[in-house]
């Protein structure tokens, strides 16, 4: 939390930035790299166009967004360090992760799936952020690795809180993108709490492991017919206790799914997360 985002009456405007390279695309407009003129900080700046969420109708879920992620104030969450307006935008000033999104480091990066180390150390850093989470009565609700950045330190920063809800919920707007790290629950489209993230970290983990998650199909239902049944087949290479973990978190019954405490305490992520550093 930089001094100069502490002061909360400041009417921040795109004249406090000096604008830099472009980091890619986010959902509702680009993103920037960009530098705050008074204390020289660098910061990620997200633009939002005004027509394309009214478009969207997901004023709601943009409001939502800002309320819930600049209050969260956790080492493996993105924060968001102000946000402000202007005729045609709705910027968000939020961290700058040095080394990007991770998924650009599992799929298509140097890795085809992460060794033991990596994933064990990773998967505890989102269960940390996941459970800051819950224990403030937010759900994530889309944990994927698109959604996890990579500090220059390579530690995880838990971002994009678009989807996120107040538990318990049944928001009914229909989540676009993957379907491969929807829990039964949500499938079915009945009422759900704060273990539809649970399952996600053990999908998150199975791909950590593999390189691609456990009910992947060309067609979507095969998708849903694959989770409904818990479809889910281990590569040899998975160790023990790696199949265990995820056998704990992969599970249909949403209230018996491993509490996030003893995710964090299995022997497994507790003996591999410190390997390798
Ligand atoms: C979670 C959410 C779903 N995802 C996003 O928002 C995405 C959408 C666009 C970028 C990212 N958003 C952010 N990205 C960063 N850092 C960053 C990103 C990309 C690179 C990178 O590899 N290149 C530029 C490379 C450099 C080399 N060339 C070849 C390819 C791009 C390096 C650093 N910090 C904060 C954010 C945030 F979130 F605050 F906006």
């Not at 956790?74 to 202007?86: C, R």
């Amino acid at each position: 939390q930089h001094p100069a985002f502490n002061n909360t009456e400041y009417k921040w405007t795109l004249d406090d930035f000096e604008l830099g390279n472009r980091l890619g695309r986010g959902k509702f407009g680009r993103v920037y790299m960009a530098r705050e003129r008074s204390t020289g900080f660098i910061v990620a700046l997200k633009t939002l166009m005004k027509v394309e969420i009214a478009k969207n109708r997901v004023e709601k879920q943009v409001m939502r967004e800002i309320e819930i992620q600049s209050h969260l104030r956790h080492p493996n969450i993105l924060q968001m360090l102000a946000w402000f307006h202007d005729s045609h935008r709705i910027y968000f000033v939020l961290e700058f992760a040095g080394k990007g999104e991770l998924y650009g480091h599992l799929r298509s990066g140097h890795h085809e799936r992460f060794n033991e180390h990596l994933a064990a150390k990773y998967l505890y850093q989102v269960t940390d952020a996941v459970n800051y989470c819950h224990n403030n009565h937010v759900i994530h609700r889309d944990i994927k690795p698109e959604n996890l950045l990579l500090t220059i330190t390579g530690d995880i920063k838990l971002a994009d809180f678009g989807w996120s809800v107040h538990s318990p919920s049944l928001k009914r707007t229909t989540m676009c993108g993957t379907l491969d790290y929807l829990p039964p629950e949500m499938v079915r489209g009945q009422n759900y709490k704060q273990y539809v993230d649970h399952w996600c970290l053990g999908v998150l983990l199975y791909e950590f492991l593999h390189g691609s998650p456990p009910f992947e199909s060309k067609k979507q239902e095969e998708t849903y017919e694959r989770i409904t049944k818990l479809d889910m087949k281990f590569g040899s290479h998975i160790s023990p206790g790696a199949a265990d973990l995820i056998s704990k978190l992969v599970v249909i019954k949403s209230d018996r799914r491993m509490n996030l405490t003893d995710v964090m305490n299995h022997p497994w992520v507790v003996e591999n997360k410190v390997k390798g550093d």
